[in-house]
């Protein structure tokens, strides 16, 4: 991502470099590196103003603890793009929810990501119905945060190579751990741990995994 951001702004295209940027921000919000995560997510935004890149930029702020930041963003996408469907029902949504998990409401980011239900499927990456299984996760309700992972599990052709892809596995575990099925999440946390088996062994989120599964022996 870094060297794709390099190139478009070596070829003129800031946009397009922002772009790049936030592909980078939001993963390493996702996996834990949070400090790298609001530092590429606020070069984005310095660089473009467009809203794809605000709403993923915004995203990787609130996933990462800038809720000010994300809060504003958010609020400006929602004034100046009142008749956007993606922005008002899916990416809006997306970081309001973020900020809202972040604060320790899981209740209220369920409620926030209703609206976002019908376009689960046509949204980029299903990031909401992560974020809403990342939700029931906080709220302790194990078995509705495994029917949101399982969508991801189930449509690895909207996934592509997104990096939920992987974590979905990861986050199944935990709500199999939640919902007391000790097998089922032994299998989910071999298949994340599996496809991340060359991955750099510091990432955050690989670290808790690898001790969430040892305890799981």
């Known amino acids: 991502s870094g060297a794709a951001a390099d190139l ?11 772009q790049w940027k936030t592909l980078e921000a939001l993963p390493e919000a996702e996996i834990g590196n949070t ?14 103003t467009g809203p794809l890149v605000s709403a993923k930029a915004a995203l990787a ?8 930041r994300a809060k504003t963003i958010a609020d400006e996408l929602a004034h100046e793009h ?21 604060l320790n409401k899981p209740n209220e980011a369920v409620d926030i990501l209703t609206v976002s239900i019908p376009y689960d499927l046509g949204d980029a990456f299903l990031i909401p119905a992560y974020l809403r299984g990342l939700a029931y996760l906080q709220a302790g309700k194990g078995r509705q945060a495994a029917g949101e992972f399982q969508k991801l599990l189930d449509h690895p052709g909207i996934l592509e190579s997104d990096i939920r892809g992987a974590l979905a ?8 751990v939640m919902m007391g099925d000790k097998t ?4 989910s ?11 750099d062994p510091d990432i955050p989120i690989l670290k808790q995994a690898k001790a969430e ?5």
Do not use: M, N
């Open 169 to 176: 596995h990861l986050q199944l575990g935990r709500a199999q």
């Open 8 to 18: 478009a702004e070596k070829a003129g295209s800031p946009e397009r470099a922002a």
């Open 82 to 102: 009142p008749l956007d469907t993606e922005i008002q029902y899916c990416s809006i949504p997306q970081v309001r929810a973020g900020v809202a998990l972040g």
């Open 61 to 68: 702020l609130a996933l990462s603890g800038d809720f000010a």
């Open 213 to 217: 599964f040892a305890k799981l022996q």
């Open 189 to 199: 946390y071999q298949d994340f741990l599996s496809l991340w088996k060359d991955a």
């Open 184 to 187: 089922a999440a032994r299998k």
């Open 35 to 48: 400090e790298r995560a609001r530092r590429v997510a606020a070069e984005a935004v310095a660089v473009s």
